[in-house]
C-alpha cells in the first residue's frame, strides 16, 4: 500500500490526517499528489476556517517513503520531477492555502515530516517528538526550494545543525527555538492543536484569510532587489544533476549497508 492522505470536516474544521501504516506515516509519491490535491480542495471553501494537520498511529511522518528511492532518484529528469512537481506541487498548495493551518506533531517530525510541518502557522508537539531531516545520511543533499523552506521555519542555524550533522533534535529544544508554539504532554497534543484551530474558528475567517495573504506577501522575494528568484533557478537546474548513484541497484545496497530501510520494503526490479 503506498499510503494515502485523509480529511474529514467537523463543523468549520478541516483535519488531514498521513496515513502510511507500518512506515510512520512516511510520504510515497501518491502521497505527495494526494496531499496537493487536498490543500488545492481545501483552498476555496468558505466554509473552512482551520485545518489541522496529523499524522496517524502517533507519529506524524517519518520523511520519505525510501522503497520508492531507486525507481527515480538516480537519474537527473526523475529527481527533477519528484521534487519540482510531487513535493514542491504539494508543499506549495500549502503555503498558498489562506486557510489557517495547525500542525498536531506526535512522535517522528522527520525529512518530508518537517518539510510539511514548516508549511503550517501554528505546530504543537508532543514533549518526546523528534525532529530531523538526516538526509545526509543517505548521502542526498535536500532539494534548493525544500532547504529554503525549512530553513527559513526552523532558523538557519538549526537547519545547518539538521542537514550537516544530521542532528536530531526534542521537542523543548526546538521550542527554545522558536520553531514551535507549544509542547505538551503526548496525551493532550491532539486537543491542545484541536483547542488551538477552534480559537481560530472562532474568529472572523476573512480576517485570517487577508492576514496570510498579507505575511506571504511580505515574505516573497523582490528580484529587482536581490535577484534571488534567479538565484533559486540556478539551484534548482544544478541540484538535479547530482550523481548519486551508477544504478538502481546499487542505490538500493547502499540504502541497506546504513540499515535504512523498514520493514516490507522490497529490493527494485
Same mark, same amino acid.
Given at each position: 500500500m503506498a499510503g494515502q492522505v485523509l480529511m474529514a470536516v467537523e463543523r468549520s474544521v478541516a483535519r488531514v490526517t498521513l496515513s502510511h501504516p507500518g512506515?510512520?506515516?512516511?510520504?510515497?509519491?501518491?502521497?505527495w499528489r494526494e496531499l496537493r490535491a487536498v490543500f488545492e480542495a481545501i483552498q476555496p471553501r468558505m466554509d473552512l476556517r482551520c485545518v489541522v494537520v496529523a499524522g496517524e498511529g502517533g507519529h506524524f511522518c517519518a520523511g520519505g517513503d525510501i522503497a520508492e528511492y531507486p525507481a527515480f532518484r538516480f +537519474?537527473?529528469?526523475? *529527481? !527533477?520531477?519528484?521534487?519540482?512537481?510531487?513535493?514542491? %506541487? $504539494?508543499?506549495? /498548495?500549502? =503555503?498558498g492555502c489562506d486557510v489557517p493551518i495547525v500542525a498536531q506533531i506526535e512522535g517522528n517530525c522527520m525529512g518530508a515530516g518537517l518539510?510539511?510541518? +514548516?508549511?503550517?502557522? *501554528? !505546530?504543537?508537539?508532543?514533549?518526546?517528538?523528534?525532529? %530531523? $531531516?538526516?538526509? /545526509?545520511? =543517505?548521502?542526498?543533499?535536500?532539494?534548493?526550494?525544500?532547504?529554503?523552506?525549512?530553513?527559513?521555519?526552523?532558523?538557519?542555524?538549526?537547519?545547518?545543525?539538521?542537514?550537516?550533522?544530521?542532528?536530531?533534535?526534542?521537542?523543548?529544544?526546538?521550542?527554545?527555538?522558536?520553531?514551535?508554539?507549544?509542547?505538551v504532554a503526548d496525551a493532550d497534543v491532539a486537543g491542545d492543536a484541536l483547542g488551538r484551530a477552534q480559537r481560530i474558528a472562532a474568529l472572523a475567517p476573512q480576517a485570517a484569510r487577508l492576514n496570510k495573504q498579507t505575511l506571504r506577501a511580505l515574505n516573497m522575494p523582490d528580484p529587482n532587489v536581490d535577484g534571488s528568484l534567479d538565484a533559486m533557478k540556478s539551484m534548482v537546474d544544478r541540484a538535479y544533476a547530482y550523481a548519486y548513484a551508477d544504478s538502481a541497484e546499487e542505490a538500493w545496497e547502499q540504502l541497506l549497508r546504513l540499515g535504512l530501510t523498514v520493514p516490507g520494503d522490497s529490493t527494485p526490479a
Open positions: 512506515k510512520f506515516n512516511a510520504m510515497s509519491r501518491a502521497m +537519474s537527473e529528469a526523475g *529527481l !527533477r520531477d519528484f521534487h519540482e512537481n510531487d513535493v514542491w %506541487g $504539494a508543499l506549495d /498548495a500549502m =503555503l518539510e510539511i510541518a +514548516s508549511c503550517c502557522d *501554528l !505546530r504543537v508537539a508532543g514533549v518526546s517528538a523528534r525532529f %530531523g $531531516a538526516p538526509i /545526509a545520511r =543517505l548521502g542526498f543533499p535536500m532539494a534548493p526550494r525544500e532547504a529554503k523552506l525549512v530553513s527559513g521555519a526552523l532558523g538557519e542555524l538549526t537547519a545547518r545543525e539538521m542537514l550537516l550533522e544530521a542532528a536530531v533534535l526534542d521537542a523543548p529544544t526546538l521550542l527554545l527555538r522558536g520553531f514551535l508554539n507549544g509542547v
